[in-house]
């Protein structure tokens, strides 16, 4: 384990003791943050129930859903893009202020179109998650080195093989980087979409302990929800490191 690792986890233990030792000093209300070692002990009582895994199964579904639409609209938009230098300067107006969009006023017109239930959960991350997935394509595609499309016309490839056989694979990095980002914006609109009219999802969950005042089930639950998707970050951060070594 390098220094740095050392150092991140070294400052994160000094947070959770100095964040103990303030709940339990009573500096802070029981009713706004609950000592981390009860954090704990409610996140594997929530752990325990089986309604809190059907809740966190039905939002990585709709997770996932959203990152594998993410992907294709994303990377077909950005090969599309990218062969198109005039749209895209003419997008890209758009595509540099598109998360400073508000996106969640979407919402309730989506809910009206796809009805209540996971279709505009899914759809809302879809729109999050695939503008990260088109800005890693366009970027990869622009930084594929020069003989790889020299190499593609000496063998002849057409169009489509030169796309899919050697620009796809040659900035495959790039992509799952924003495939990384991808994961991280879908989480964000999934549990933030859950929070308002979905009935299931550990997002509704966790809207529920709050309105009821299981402070401690809150803070549990999104405690599972962080250590989840920190799990998820770390695994794509690895697979991406591998494709950068073997590229």
Same mark, same amino acid.
């Given at each position: 384990?390098?220094?740095?690792?050392?150092?991140?986890?070294?400052?994160?233990?000094?947070?959770?003791?100095?964040?103990?030792?303030?709940?339990?000093?009573?500096?802070?209300?029981?009713? &706004?943050?609950?000592? @981390?070692?009860?954090?704990? *002990? =409610?996140?594997?009582?929530? #752990?325990?129930?089986?309604? /809190? $895994?059907?809740?966190?199964?039905?939002?990585?579904?709709?997770?996932?859903?959203?990152?594998?639409?993410?992907?294709?609209?994303?990377?077909?938009?950005?090969?599309?893009?990218?062969?198109?230098?005039?749209?895209?300067?003419?997008?890209?107006?758009?595509?540099?202020?598109?998360?400073?969009?508000?996106?969640?006023?979407?919402?309730?017109?989506?809910?009206?179109?796809?009805?209540?239930?996971?279709?505009?959960?899914?759809?809302?991350?879809?729109?999050?998650?695939?503008?990260?997935?088109?800005?890693?394509?366009?970027?990869?595609? &622009?930084?594929?080195? @020069?003989?790889?499309?020299? *190499? =593609?016309?000496?063998?002849? #490839?057409?169009?489509?093989? /030169? $796309?899919?056989?050697?620009?796809?694979?040659?900035?495959?990095?790039?992509?799952?980087?924003?495939?990384?980002?991808?994961?991280?914006?879908?989480?964000?609109?999934?549990?933030?979409?859950?929070?308002?009219?979905?009935?299931?999802?550990?997002?509704?969950?966790?809207?529920?302990?709050?309105?009821?005042?299981?402070?401690?089930?809150?803070?549990?639950?999104?405690?599972?929800?962080?250590?989840?998707?920190?799990?998820?970050?770390?695994?794509?951060?690895?697979?991406?490191?591998?494709?950068?070594?073997?590229?």
């Amino acid at each position: 384990m390098n220094a740095r690792r050392l150092r991140g986890l070294g400052i994160a233990g000094g947070i959770v003791i100095a964040l103990e030792l303030v709940c339990r000093a009573g500096l802070v209300r029981p009713t &706004d943050l609950v000592p @981390p070692t009860t954090m704990v *002990a =409610a996140m594997l009582r929530a #752990l325990a129930d089986t309604a /809190t $895994l059907e809740d966190l199964a039905t939002t990585v579904a709709a997770v996932a859903a959203s990152v594998i639409l993410a992907f294709f609209v994303g990377m077909i938009g950005g090969v599309i893009l990218h062969g198109l230098p005039r749209v895209r300067r003419a997008c890209e107006p758009f595509i540099a202020s598109y998360y400073a969009l508000p996106l969640f006023a979407l919402y309730p017109v989506l809910v009206v179109i796809l009805g209540v239930g996971r279709a505009p959960v899914v759809f809302t991350g879809v729109l999050y998650a695939a503008m990260a997935v088109l800005i890693s394509t366009l970027s990869g595609l &622009d930084h594929i080195r @020069p003989v790889f499309r020299k *190499a =593609a016309r000496v063998h002849r #490839l057409s169009p489509l093989g /030169t $796309l899919l056989r050697v620009s796809i694979p040659a900035c495959a990095t790039e992509i799952l980087g924003g495939i990384t980002l991808a994961v991280s914006y879908a989480f964000v609109a999934v549990i933030a979409s859950e929070f308002l009219l979905a009935p299931a999802g550990i997002g509704h969950a966790i809207a529920d302990a709050y309105t009821s005042f299981q402070i401690e089930r809150m803070y549990g639950l999104m405690l599972v929800l962080a250590l989840l998707v920190l799990a998820i970050n770390g695994a794509l951060r690895k697979v991406r490191t591998r494709l950068g070594a073997v590229a």
